[in-house]
């Protein structure tokens, strides 16, 4: 017979455990903090790369002749904004099971930049711009600017993105920028219907990742499931 407490009670998760926010990275030391930071990174995108990899809850298609590649919506939307509006944007009318063609790329070439997209840990603003030029613009498609903000794809007057100032480094040959800027979060100003808790702005992202995916869900853009906790409706991403 097993003695009592050993083995018969399963492990507790608290949901505010040290780490997770920045008040409880605080606590911890600077060594401990980039440890910590690190870890959970890494795991985000291992966590991500296997969403890709095993087409899990995917909702579009592209295609590069005979090769499918399967993605979703929403990582796109955080992450390329301008590319998903670019190419998927267009295409609101077609099922989910219909590809969108994708072109001027190579397949091999297209299997590296979703990687990029659902793994970097790094602002990958400057490579999409890098994308777009050369595989885009460059072709004679007409641009768009997406408004990330309201989920709104306009047309171009002339100042797109994508002319800004892109990295001085070779995106083609796969290098991912380092580059630091970051978007406001706008916010709402209907405070009732907000069910985001304020708390959520002290949440510290591990990496440029998580930030970009936390911004998809203060935006609650394009949720595709609903949770309800007390009473209270959070839209969330599968």
Same mark, same amino acid.
């Given at each position: 017979? +097993?003695? !009592?407490?050993?083995?018969?009670?399963?492990?507790?998760?608290?949901?505010?455990?040290?780490?997770?926010?920045?008040?409880?990275?605080?606590?911890?030391?600077?060594?401990?903090?980039?440890?910590?930071?690190?870890?959970? =990174?890494?795991?985000?995108?291992?966590?991500?790369? !296997?969403?890709?990899?095993?087409?899990?809850?995917?909702?579009?298609?592209?295609? $590069?002749?005979?090769?499918?590649?399967? +993605?979703?919506?929403?990582?796109?939307?955080a992450r390329v904004p301008d590319f998903y509006f670019h190419t998927v944007g267009h295409t609101n009318n077609l099922t989910n099971h219909e590809p969108v063609a994708v072109e001027n790329f190579e397949a091999s070439e297209f299997r590296i930049f979703l990687q990029i997209v659902y793994s970097s840990n790094r602002n990958i603003k400057n490579y999409e711009?890098? $994308?777009?030029?050369?595989?885009?613009?460059?072709?004679?498609?007409?641009?768009?600017?997406?408004?990330?903000?309201?989920?709104?794809?306009?047309?171009?007057?002339? !100042?797109?993105?994508?002319?800004?100032? =892109?990295?001085?480094?070779?995106?083609?040959?796969?290098?991912?920028?380092?580059?630091?800027?970051?978007?406001?979060?706008?916010?709402?100003?209907?405070?009732?219907?907000?069910?985001?808790?304020?708390? $959520?702005?002290?949440?510290?992202?591990?990496?440029?990742?998580?930030?970009?995916?936390?911004?998809?869900?203060?935006?609650?853009?394009?949720?595709?499931?609903? $949770?309800?906790?007390?009473?209270?409706?959070?839209? +969330?991403?599968?």
């Open positions: 017979m +097993a003695r !009592r407490g050993e083995d018969s009670v399963a492990p507790v998760v608290l949901l505010e455990s040290p780490g997770v926010c920045s008040k409880g990275l605080q606590r911890k030391g600077p060594s401990e903090r980039r440890r910590l930071k690190a870890m959970v =990174s890494e795991q985000l995108s291992q966590d991500l790369l !296997r969403l890709l990899r095993e087409e899990v809850h995917t909702d579009v298609t592209f295609s $590069i002749g005979c090769t499918l590649f399967k +993605a979703h919506k929403a990582v796109l939307l711009e890098e $994308i777009l030029r050369k595989k885009i613009v460059e072709s004679g498609v007409p641009q768009k600017k997406c408004d990330f903000s309201v989920g709104k794809c306009t047309d171009n007057d002339g !100042r797109s993105s994508v002319g800004k100032r =892109s990295s001085d480094h070779s995106f083609m040959k796969h290098e991912i920028p380092e580059d630091n800027n970051k978007e406001d979060i706008p916010e709402d100003n209907n405070k009732e219907d907000n069910l985001i808790s304020i708390d $959520i702005y002290d949440l510290e992202p591990a990496s440029e990742l998580g930030e970009d995916l936390l911004k998809l869900y203060v935006k609650q853009c394009c949720p595709d499931i609903d $949770i309800y906790v007390d009473g209270k409706c959070f839209k +969330a991403h599968r």
